[in-house]
């Protein structure tokens, strides 16, 4: 916002935490690599921080998702150019962007953050890239590796739709009010179609049914669903039976949820 604007608080129950730096904010923006052709999608642009370098990059439609109304005012009247939705993300149709290209980027809520980037990459399938700021404990999880503590139930979701990767961390004090984490931004790149989960879910109770006794050894957990198929499978995949959920791939999951 202009700076003879009036402040404005933020509001703890939106999870609302300003960027202020204008460096962080112009690497984010060309982490997404706008262009003049683009569909760019802002999830909370809160003050405008990300939103000001997206318009001068001049897309051909910068669409901001606002859930704050005196916020989603003031960026209606300081940028004619976007067109703004005052809505909750979590409630957005994100269906409705198939029906071509698009970028996504946003500095997400701590709170929402995991769910919104669950359904967004699983829904919008026209997407180039997404990018966004998240929790830095969230996003060690979306970029994980197998056998680390900090593989779980979204990365193996996530990675089964997109390929991940952890481009900086960002510190609190870049932020008004100040987090009390570190946030860390992400890249998101969609898999080809034809690598989609046929069944989302089937994978996404796979997920739930593992994930909710992580400690416990797959034969353990999955004893209630057991199969001559599923014994198969897991010879075939040079899987143990001992193995825990982390020591799964997200192919193996995919693979795994045919059979539940």
């Known amino acids: ?11 703890k129950s939106l999870g609302q935490n300003f960027l202020q730096d204008q460096n962080t904010c112009r690497r984010i923006v060309d982490a997404i690599k706008p262009t003049p052709e683009d569909h760019i999608i802002e999830i909370g642009p809160g003050q405008g921080a990300l939103t000001r370098f997206l318009v001068d990059a001049a ?3 910068l669409t901001v998702l606002e859930m704050d109304d005196y916020l989603a005012e003031q960026l209606d009247e300081e940028y ?4 703004v939705v005052r809505t909750d993300a979590l409630l957005f149709p994100w269906d409705s962007l198939n029906d ?7 500095n997400l809520p701590y709170n929402v953050g995991s769910k919104l980037i669950w359904d ?6 026209t997407f180039d890239i997404a990018v966004f700021m998240v929790q830095h404990e969230v996003a060690k999880r979306l970029t994980a590796d197998i056998d680390s503590k900090a593989y779980g139930g979204l990365t193996a979701w996530v990675k089964n ?8 961390k960002v510190p609190p004090t870049v932020f008004r009010p100040q987090p009390k984490v570190d946030s860390a ?4 790149v969609p898999l080809p179609a034809d690598q989609w989960p046929e069944n989302p879910e089937a994978l996404s109770q796979l997920i739930k049914i593992l994930f909710q006794k992580r400690r416990k050894q797959l034969s353990t957990i999955l004893k209630q669903h057991w199969s001559p198929a599923m014994a198969e499978w897991f010879e075939k995949e040079g899987v143990s039976t001992k193995a825990r959920p982390e020591n799964l791939t997200p192919e193996q999951f995919l ?5 539940i």
Do not use: W
């Open 161 to 168: 739709f997109t390929t991940t990767k952890y481009l900086f």
């Open 120 to 125: 967004i990459v699983s829904t919008v399938k």
């Open 59 to 61: 897309p051909a439609r």
């Open 255 to 259: 693979g795994l949820s045919k059979l």
């Open 80 to 83: 004619p150019i976007l067109e």
């Open 1 to 11: 916002m202009n700076q003879d604007q009036p402040r404005h608080r933020a509001k």
């Open 185 to 188: 931004v992400v890249a998101f």
């Open 100 to 106: 071509g290209p698009c970028k996504i980027i946003g």
